[in-house]
């Protein structure tokens, strides 16, 4: 029982990551205990967590593996709320997928949910990805993709998309497993995140960027891409916790813009990096929508922000190698 005066408490799992750091952030701002769980508390990529403001007196930081059940446990006993945001997301294709990807995302999101349900959690916020949303083979070009939307597992094996099975496996094992336990589970389902970063390593989607802006792709090929602002995903995690009225799944994008046009925006306001030379055309790319969310009172930055924000955290950070 919360005892009056009590600092609400809630569990973070994978705190260094490029989102769940600013989600740690937003949470000690707005006066939560945090339990953040990390692989590896005294590594130095963990470090920026324990300089987030209030975290001196707010936040504690747990080691654990998602497939070390005792640990996640301790880390989860005594919040109210938890949210799942580890989950391997690999830059390059890892050689061994059931191990490397399937294993964490699918036997740690269960390994959470069984810990919740053992501490009486209220709510868990898990983060999925658009990934378990649209892969889907013989999709209409021009019909927008939602919640109801599933990747094809088969679909995801044959074409050896190991990171979108994962969080396709992932995400179906945490609903089920909340229907059948009781236990209130919201998924929430980003696309591409950019944005400044706060951790001092650089993730994955992150990187993707940084390599167009240094000239290594010279050819792209000229498809929608979705893109979603990192503090705007922080916000729908927040906005989905909080709303008692939130339910199942929800897609977090903000912009789906053509790879062209991407580059036609970086270069008006950074003419000077090394972009991509020629767009090959080719699949479209997928359409979704966030219209659920936003019906729940998300809103979202506006593209030109968010790629001038990402920009200067790079430039600040030193890792465009033209500065
Ligand atoms: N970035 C995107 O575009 C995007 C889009 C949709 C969904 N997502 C999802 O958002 C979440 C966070 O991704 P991110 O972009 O913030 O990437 P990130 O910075 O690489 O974060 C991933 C986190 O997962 C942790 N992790 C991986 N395997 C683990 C394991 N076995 N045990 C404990 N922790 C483990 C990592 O910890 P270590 O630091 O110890 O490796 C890291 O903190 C993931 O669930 C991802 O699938 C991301």
């Not at 403001?53 to 301790?74: I, P, R």
């Not at 294709?93 to 740690?108: D, F, H, M, S």
């Not at 599933?150 to 094996?157: A, G």
């Amino acid at each position: 029982m919360e005892k009056l005066g009590e600092k609400r408490r809630v569990c973070v799992t994978g705190a260094g990551g490029f989102i769940a750091s600013w989600l740690v952030k937003a949470l000690l701002n707005k006066g939560f205990m945090v339990h953040g769980t990390v692989r590896d508390p005294s590594d130095e990529k963990n470090a920026h967590l324990k300089k987030l403001e209030n975290a001196s007196e707010n936040l504690q930081l747990f080691k654990a593996d998602l497939l070390d059940y005792n640990a996640v446990a301790s880390a989860i006993a005594g919040c109210e709320g938890v949210f799942h945001v580890a989950s391997p997301v690999p830059a390059i294709k890892v050689p061994n997928p059931e191990v490397e990807l399937i294993a964490p995302a699918v036997t740690g999101t269960l390994n959470v949910l069984k810990a919740c349900c053992e501490a009486k959690v209220k709510r868990v916020v898990v983060v999925s990805s658009v990934s378990a949303v649209m892969m889907i083979p013989n999709w209409p070009k021009d019909k927008v993709k939602d919640e109801s939307c599933w990747s094809d597992t088969e679909y995801c094996r044959t074409t050896e998309n190991w990171y979108c099975l994962s969080k396709t496996l992932a995400e179906r094992e945490a609903l089920e497993y909340a229907e059948k336990h009781g236990l209130d589970v919201v998924t929430v389902c980003p696309s591409f995140v950019i944005g400044p970063l706060l951790q001092p390593t650089v993730n994955s989607t992150s990187l993707f960027l940084i390599n167009l802006l240094k000239g290594a792709r010279e050819s792209v090929e000229n498809k929608r891409h979705n893109f979603v602002d990192v503090r705007d995903v922080v916000d729908a995690l927040l906005l989905v916790y909080g709303k008692p009225e939130a339910s199942g799944r929800y897609i977090c994008t903000s912009h789906m813009i053509k790879f062209r046009d991407l580059v036609d925006m970086l270069k008006s306001i950074y003419p000077n990096y090394n972009y991509p030379k020629t767009f090959v055309e080719g699949d479209e790319g997928t359409l979704v929508t966030s219209e659920k969310l936003k019906m729940l009172g998300w809103e979202c930055r506006r593209l030109e922000e968010i790629l001038i924000d990402s920009v200067e955290c790079y430039r600040n950070a030193h890792l465009l190698s033209k500065d």
